[in-house]
């Protein structure tokens, strides 16, 4: 007697998901975070971020949630600090972050 031969069908057609389709839709997309006011001179001004042509404007002291890649381009916004001595000469740098910044959930 010959066997009758079965077709799998694809996991995309049957509805089904696989493993690694099933973590990408698991992660986050959005974090909320929270801006503190500082004694800069734009210390209390909100923060502007551009991700992708896509704008924000964000307010200090404020819980927000906002997507991943704009927590992403706040934690890689750095500037350049300059340590001086009793005469105003530089003699040291170093690079803090632009907009410290609490993640909340």
Known sequence: MAKKKTEEVP???SGEQKPQEQEAEQKPTHVTIMIPSSSDFDGKD???VSVNGKDYLLQRD???TVPIAV???LRDAKKTVHDTDQHGRIVSSREVARFPFQTIK
Do not use: I, R, S
């Open 11 to 13: 996991a995309e057609l």
């Open 62 to 64: 404020v819980e927000v």
């Open 46 to 48: 909100d923060v502007f």
């Open 71 to 73: 927590a992403n381009v």
